[in-house]
């Protein structure tokens, strides 16, 4: 972890580190309630009353900027609730589909989600299959993006949410499941929503989908852990990752830096040990600026709140309180800037001395890369063969002077121009 830009970013905004808004959502019972909290010490302000559900509410989000707090009222449904000064007037979204996994893109204003559904195979069975969309919370719309047919629901299992109660669409009765998935991270510099599934295999498999590029894609990579939630480290490639390894009878929790690039974990550090068979409501959270950083774990009674060292993940002290808490500071502010498919292209550097590099973040292979003279004339052609982050576009020797790039997308072509001057 580059520790310089924890301590510039330390220095930097320790004025209105305490300042920060925070909302949680308490469930004692079946009994809801929202309102300011402080994870220092696990005290509340101005809660007020929003309801009542059978079960503890899943995958808290605050909307800050826009006064909105969204959860999941069962595993079927969101629920939206917009803070109007002391009232809170919230609406009910049933999309009637198993939902988990839900993240929000404030930028436009959507949530991405896994649902389950059921489907007829043509072998006289109904299968359940994973699929990704996106629900917008302005007009109720849901677009479903991916299908994932090598990732039957019913095949996978490991102890990341622990069991969850469904509904069964086909016999109409609630069914228990263990699902092998893990909180969702939406990163919106990059346009990514990334998640870790255990396939059909057993294997441990790192999903990153490109939801908002021209054509909705992803990749997987083989992961060796047992990721529970994850939280990005602004401007780079490193995730804090909430993680658990086994050790005899115990249940180790564990915090490290994870590199969504390689796949490697460095940094880490005990957080607990506790007897389980499931895990269960484990977050980790940074506030808004990511000069904090908490981790929260339900045990069934209580809910644990430790607060870790940004550097080096060491835990720094601990809080409790009596009944189920999820909690979340919202999102900063490059969160709602529009991302285009421009973002996710470009050259650099410009100028250049030759040695010229196509960006290329969007998840789409592209066709080829031509480049034309100032004149015109084609002086090189590339093809790419695979989906990578950077294609070296190599200009030396090229007379000095003003180079036009075409590189054949599936959706609009990218044009650009780059000065040479070797």
């Given at each position: ?41 696990g ?21 800050a900027?826009?006064g ?8 079927n ?30 930028a ?56 969850v ?50 054509n ?53 550090s ?13 977050s ?22 430790y ?32 991302k ?17 590099y196509f ?29 990578v982050a ?17 590189v ?15």
């Amino acid at each position: 972890m580059n520790k310089l830009f924890f301590t510039t970013l330390l220095c930097t905004v320790s004025i209105v580190a305490f300042s920060q808004p925070t909302k949680a959502i308490i469930s004692n019972g079946a009994f809801l309630q929202m309102g300011d909290f402080n994870p220092g010490n696990g005290t509340f302000a101005g809660l007020q009353d929003i309801g009542y559900l059978p079960t503890p509410p899943h995958d808290f989000i605050y909307d800050a900027k826009n006064g909105k707090a969204i959860y999941q009222n069962s595993m079927n449904g969101f629920v939206v609730s917009t803070f109007n000064g002391k009232s809170i007037d919230s609406k009910d979204y049933d999309l009637l589909n198993n939902l988990i996994a839900p993240t929000f893109m404030p930028a436009n204003k959507k949530i991405a989600f896994f649902s389950v559904q059921k489907e007829f195979n043509g072998y006289g069975s109904n299968e359940e299959t994973l699929t990704f969309s996106t629900f917008d919370v302005n007009n109720g719309e849901t677009n479903t993006l991916l299908k994932f047919n090598d990732l039957s629901f019913d095949n996978v299992s490991a102890p990341f949410y622990g069991k969850v109660t469904m509904l069964d669409r086909f016999t109409n009765s609630n069914i228990e499941k263990e699902v092998a998935i893990s909180k969702p991270l939406y990163i919106a510099q990059k346009d990514l929503y990334i998640i870790m599934i255990r396939d059909v295999t057993g294997t441990n498999r790192l999903y990153k989908i490109h939801v908002n590029s021209p054509n909705p894609n992803f990749t997987s990579t083989r992961c060796e852990y047992n990721i529970i939630d994850m939280t990005s480290v602004a401007g780079t490639d490193i995730v804090k990752a909430l993680y658990f390894e086994k050790s005899g009878s115990l249940i180790l929790l564990k915090v490290g830096d994870f590199n969504i690039a390689n796949n490697t974990m460095t940094n880490s550090s005990d957080i607990s040990s506790f007897n389980a068979s499931s895990i269960d409501n484990g977050s980790l959270k940074f506030n808004t600026d990511q000069s904090k950083l908490f981790v929260t774990r339900f045990d069934g009674s209580k809910t644990n709140i430790y607060s870790l060292n940004v550097e080096s993940n060491l835990l720094n002290s601990a809080a409790t309180y009596s009944g189920n808490i999820q909690f979340d500071y919202g999102f900063n502010e490059s969160y709602y800037i529009p991302k285009t498919y421009l973002d996710y292209l470009g050259l650099y550097p410009n100028p250049s001395t030759g040695l010229v590099y196509f960006k290329n973040n969007s998840g789409i292979i592209p066709n080829s890369i031509k480049v034309y003279n100032n004149v015109g004339q084609l002086v090189r052609s590339i093809k790419v063969e695979e989906m990578v982050a950077q294609t070296l576009i190599d200009l030396s020797g090229m007379a000095r002077g003003i180079y036009h790039i075409r590189v054949d997308m599936l959706g609009p072509d990218f044009i650009g121009k780059v000065a040479v001057s070797n």
